[in-house]
């Protein structure tokens, strides 16, 4: 039967039916993948975007002082000292125990981020409210702490009272909010954060750099052996990268400590003295050399791979038709293997950025990175909101990398454990 | 006898990279071998001690050993890393090899968006995924839970799966199913008796990379984990930034003797599959 014979309804029901085993198949697909998509988004995406909340958000002084922050509100700094109101209302506020113990802890707490030694603060001003009331709060909390006659130390309460604002990621920058809301830069000493960014930038990249710098004749001489040599010596690069990573930290702890194996064979060796042996453990020397052996096989894998697939007649023809070696290395051999620097070098950049128990381990004071920052705010001072703001910046600085990378050498490459 | 002048300076240009390399492996695998002859220190500490490198037999001992496999701490350790990796590799291998399959199939709606969603775990930095988890997962009262903790390492582990397996599924005969479906199988019979099989070489190996991932995985645990989910690398952690034992280099032995393991187990697995003619390789590989 021809299909111009074929009645238009049969045409339209087969039409229908092919529609309908697209659907099916298409249904089917998504139902195989839906378990893990589920998965990964509300139990790896929505925490991200979670977090991000979290850095622009902090209504927990909001919540614990209400009043106080309404009595503010119409409250400017350059007003001076607020109004025996807002002074009344805070008492009122932080004798409030019954609203959990949080109260007054919470206010001490996010004012403490703000105002270094404001806990005591608080913590002094709490315990006077819950005595009986003076005549005036005003001369009651200014006796016990001057920095309540202080506009700008009302200006930060009502800093930390905003449930939306971008002071965390004023703070990952080394800007402060003055008691005018305008921004400028944190005093000298307590500028932290641009210097641990650059330096993470820094060190990132010259562990990239090092590492293509070993990876290529690595990479080189796996490539150009006999099958049998190449998979022993590929073995040797595999073996570290399936060591974990506090193996190898441990490792360079025993070789650069100060009594270290490293030391120890430049004292026999004879080119120092016990009394003049280099400190190479615990500062940044360590993080860079640990960071670059725990990377380098990262770099070797993707180079090796792309120069395995460049046939040797290429170079062959370009000798043969009389370009010196170094010519022929540069011109013909070098630009078909840089997909494969590129590919690795993204790789190791994109890890090395975020980086932290190595560093944490060997690093000491002058080898930390950002990420020290982060773990610090979440596990020591529990500056929470601050450490989601650090995070939002190193992961938008990692997707742009990656972003870039993929606009560069493509798709494929993807970092590989750990 | 002549000597070929001609090809000295290649000759020099062989020597030399075979010395430079020689320098790099060693560099490579310095701190893996230094560990070994060290975790024998019959001394509590780091260094090689003179008796040592007389080689006098009393300066060696297996007390680390017996440390680390006798004391409750140290075992709880081990214990909770071999069942969080082990539930974690289970569940990333099962939901990252059907995510696979699906991704796999033409008529897979929004691919590339999906690709980058399963995949991001690998993209972001752990510190990052571990500072998000632990706010959300503690809304969840899922912090200081092994619920908690399996969840993180399933997802953390499940992208080298996903990518295993595509890997392997690329090189797949889609006729090979085709077939089977007119020899009259069910859907369910092909792929038990005719995908999974060829694929099993992929399978496995992104379960290997996932089992490697959680034993190995420290920021996770340190920020969601309680004392009670302590694990290896949690244990060394502390090990190496409280008290400098050799207990920690006896337990980082060992760890060597298991990743070696793996790598074999791995490179098996894809010479198996080479000779099958469908690839695996490292997803760093591609």
Same mark, same amino acid.
Not at chain 1, 351 to 367: C, D, M, N
Not at chain 2, 232 to 260: D, F, H, K, Y
């Given at each position: 039967?021809?299909?111009? &014979?074929?009645?238009?309804?049969?045409?339209?029901?087969?039409?229908?039916?092919?529609?309908?085993?697209?659907?099916? $198949?298409?249904?089917?697909?998504?139902?195989?993948?839906?378990?893990?998509?589920? @998965?990964?988004?509300?139990?790896?995406?929505?925490?991200?975007?979670?977090?991000?909340?979290?850095?622009?958000? !902090?209504?927990?002084?909001?919540?614990?002082?209400?009043?106080?922050?309404?009595?503010?509100?119409?409250?400017?700094?350059?007003?001076?000292? /607020?109004?025996?109101?807002?002074?009344?209302?805070?008492?009122?506020?932080?004798?409030? %125990?019954?609203?959990?113990?949080?109260?007054?802890?919470?206010?001490?707490?996010?004012? #403490?981020?703000?105002? /270094?030694?404001?806990?005591?603060?608080?913590?002094?001003?709490?315990?006077?409210?819950?005595?009986?009331?003076?005549?005036?709060?005003?001369?009651?909390?200014?006796?016990?702490?001057?920095?309540?006659? !202080?506009?700008?130390?009302?200006?930060?309460?009502?800093?930390?009272?905003?449930?939306?604002?971008?002071?965390?990621?004023?703070?990952?920058?080394?800007?402060?909010?003055?008691?005018?809301?305008?921004?400028?830069?944190?005093?000298?000493?307590?500028?932290?954060?641009?210097?641990?960014?650059?330096?993470?930038?820094?060190?990132?990249?010259?562990?990239?750099?090092?590492?293509?710098?070993?990876?290529?004749?690595?990479?080189?001489?796996?490539?150009?052996?006999?099958?049998?040599? +190449?998979?022993?010596?590929?073995?040797? =690069?595999?073996?570290?990268?399936?060591?974990?990573?506090?193996?190898?930290?441990?490792?360079?702890? =025993?070789?650069?400590?100060?009594?270290?194996?490293?030391?120890?064979? @430049?004292?026999?060796?004879?080119?120092?003295?016990?009394?003049?042996?280099?400190?190479?453990?615990?500062?940044?020397?360590?993080?860079?050399?640990?960071?670059?052996?725990?990377?380098?096989?990262?770099?070797?894998?993707?180079?090796?791979?792309?120069?395995?697939?460049? /046939?040797?007649?290429?170079?062959?023809?370009?000798?043969?038709?009389? +370009?010196?070696?170094?010519?022929?290395? @540069?011109?013909?051999?070098?630009?078909?293997?840089?997909?494969?620097?590129?590919?690795?070098?993204?790789?190791?950049?994109?890890?090395?950025?975020?980086?932290?128990?190595?560093?944490?381990?060997?690093?000491?004071?002058?080898?930390?990175?950002?990420?020290?920052?982060?773990?610090?705010?979440?596990?020591?001072?529990? #500056?929470?909101?601050?450490?989601?703001?650090?995070?939002?910046?190193?992961?938008?600085?990692?997707?742009?990398?990656?972003?870039?990378?993929?606009? @560069?050498?493509?798709?494929?490459?993807? $970092? =590989?454990?750990? | 006898?002549?000597?070929?002048?001609?090809?000295?300076?290649?000759?020099?240009?062989?020597?030399?990279?075979?010395?430079?390399?020689?320098?790099?492996?060693?560099?490579?695998?310095?701190?893996?071998?230094?560990?070994?002859?060290?975790?024998?220190?019959?001394?509590?500490?780091?260094?090689?001690?003179?008796?040592?490198?007389?080689?006098?037999?009393?300066?060696?001992?297996?007390?680390?050993?017996?440390?680390?496999?006798?004391?409750?701490?140290?075992?709880?350790?081990?214990?909770?890393?071999?069942?969080? *990796?082990?539930?974690?590799?289970?569940?990333?291998?099962?939901?990252?090899?059907?995510?696979?399959?699906?991704?796999?199939?033409?008529?897979?709606?929004? $691919?590339?968006? &999906?690709?980058?969603?399963?995949?991001?775990?690998?993209?972001?930095?752990?510190?990052?995924?571990?500072?998000?988890?632990?706010?959300?997962?503690?809304?969840? !009262?899922?912090?200081?839970?092994?619920?908690?903790? =399996?969840?993180?390492?399933?997802?953390?582990?499940?992208?080298?799966?996903?990518?295993?397996?595509? +890997?392997?599924?690329?090189?797949?005969?889609? #006729?090979?199913?085709?077939?089977?479906?007119?020899?009259?199988?069910?859907?369910?019979?092909?792929?038990?008796?005719?995908?999974?099989?060829?694929?099993? /070489?992929?399978?496995?190996?992104?379960?290997?990379?996932?089992?490697?991932?959680?034993?190995?995985?420290?920021?996770?645990?340190?920020?969601?984990? %309680?004392?009670?989910?302590?694990? &290896?690398?949690?244990?060394?952690?502390?090990?190496?930034?409280?008290?400098?034992?050799? +207990?920690?280099?006896?337990?980082?032995?060992?760890?060597?003797?298991?990743?070696?393991?793996?790598?074999?187990?791995?490179?098996?697995?894809?010479?198996? *599959? !080479?000779?099958?003619?469908?690839?695996?390789?490292?997803?760093?590989?591609?």
């Amino acid at each position: 039967m021809s299909a111009a &014979i074929l009645p238009a309804v049969a045409i339209d029901n087969g039409a229908k039916d092919l529609r309908r085993e697209e659907q099916f $198949k298409r249904v089917r697909a998504f139902s195989v993948v839906a378990p893990l998509l589920v @998965l990964t988004l509300v139990m790896f995406i929505a925490p991200l975007v979670d977090m991000l909340s979290r850095s622009v958000r !902090d209504d927990s002084v909001a919540q614990a002082i209400p009043r106080t922050l309404h009595v503010l509100e119409s409250w400017s700094a350059s007003d001076g000292v /607020p109004p025996e109101d807002a002074f009344r209302a805070l008492a009122a506020e932080l004798a409030q %125990s019954s609203n959990g113990p949080a109260t007054w802890g919470t206010v001490a707490r996010q004012l #403490n981020f703000e105002w /270094p030694g404001a806990r005591g603060v608080v913590q002094k001003a709490f315990r006077r409210s819950m005595l009986a009331p003076p005549s005036s709060w005003r001369e009651a909390f200014a006796e016990l702490s001057p920095e309540w006659e !202080d506009p700008a130390f009302w200006a930060a309460l009502k800093r930390v009272g905003q449930p939306l604002s971008l002071r965390q990621y004023a703070y990952a920058v080394d800007l402060r909010l003055d008691q005018n809301d305008q921004l400028k830069l944190a005093p000298d000493e307590q500028r932290l954060y641009v210097g641990l960014f650059w330096r993470t930038f820094w060190v990132s990249a010259g562990v990239t750099l090092f590492c293509a710098l070993l990876a290529y004749p690595l990479a080189y001489l796996l490539a150009s052996s006999s099958a049998k040599v +190449a998979g022993l010596l590929l073995m040797l =690069v595999l073996m570290p990268f399936w060591t974990s990573v506090l193996v190898r930290t441990s490792g360079w702890i =025993v070789l650069l400590q100060d009594q270290g194996v490293v030391n120890d064979l @430049l004292i026999w060796a004879g080119a120092v003295s016990d009394a003049t042996k280099p400190s190479l453990n615990n500062n940044l020397f360590a993080t860079f050399v640990a960071m670059s052996q725990i990377l380098l096989p990262f770099i070797v894998l993707p180079i090796f791979s792309v120069m395995k697939t460049i /046939p040797p007649t290429y170079l062959r023809a370009a000798r043969s038709l009389g +370009a010196p070696p170094l010519y022929c290395f @540069l011109r013909v051999y070098f630009p078909m293997t840089l997909p494969g620097v590129a590919a690795g070098m993204s790789l190791v950049f994109i890890q090395a950025v975020g980086f932290y128990v190595t560093p944490a381990l060997v690093g000491g004071q002058s080898g930390q990175l950002i990420s020290a920052m982060i773990s610090h705010h979440m596990q020591s001072s529990l #500056n929470w909101g601050l450490a989601a703001a650090v995070s939002v910046l190193l992961l938008s600085a990692v997707l742009t990398l990656y972003w870039i990378s993929r606009r @560069l050498v493509g798709p494929g490459p993807i $970092k =590989v454990a750990r | 006898m002549t000597v070929n002048w001609e090809r000295w300076p290649a000759l020099v240009g062989r020597g030399l990279l075979y010395a430079i390399c020689a320098l790099i492996l060693l560099f490579l695998v310095a701190p893996i071998l230094v560990v070994i002859p060290l975790s024998f220190n019959a001394e509590p500490s780091f260094i090689f001690t003179p008796g040592m490198l007389r080689l006098d037999a009393q300066a060696y001992s297996t007390r680390w050993y017996e440390v680390v496999l006798r004391d409750p701490v140290w075992l709880q350790s081990i214990r909770n890393s071999l069942l969080l *990796a082990v539930l974690s590799t289970l569940l990333a291998t099962t939901l990252g090899t059907m995510a696979a399959l699906g991704l796999n199939s033409a008529r897979m709606p929004a $691919k590339g968006l &999906i690709t980058s969603i399963l995949i991001s775990p690998m993209i972001v930095p752990p510190i990052v995924a571990a500072t998000g988890m632990y706010f959300f997962y503690s809304r969840l !009262d899922l912090t200081q839970t092994m619920t908690g903790l =399996v969840v993180a390492h399933t997802l953390l582990g499940s992208p080298f799966v996903v990518v295993t397996v595509l +890997a392997t599924l690329s090189n797949f005969d889609g #006729n090979l199913t085709r077939a089977a479906a007119t020899l009259g199988a069910n859907p369910a019979q092909t792929f038990l008796k005719v995908v999974l099989p060829l694929i099993a /070489p992929g399978v496995l190996s992104g379960a290997v990379f996932a089992f490697a991932t959680s034993l190995d995985e420290l920021i996770v645990v340190l920020f969601l984990g %309680s004392v009670d989910q302590r694990t &290896i690398p949690r244990q060394m952690w502390s090990g190496i930034r409280e008290n400098v034992s050799p +207990a920690i280099l006896a337990m980082a032995t060992i760890l060597i003797a298991v990743s070696l393991t793996l790598m074999i187990a791995l490179e098996v697995l894809r010479r198996r *599959a !080479d000779r099958r003619g469908a690839s695996v390789s490292a997803p760093a590989n591609e």
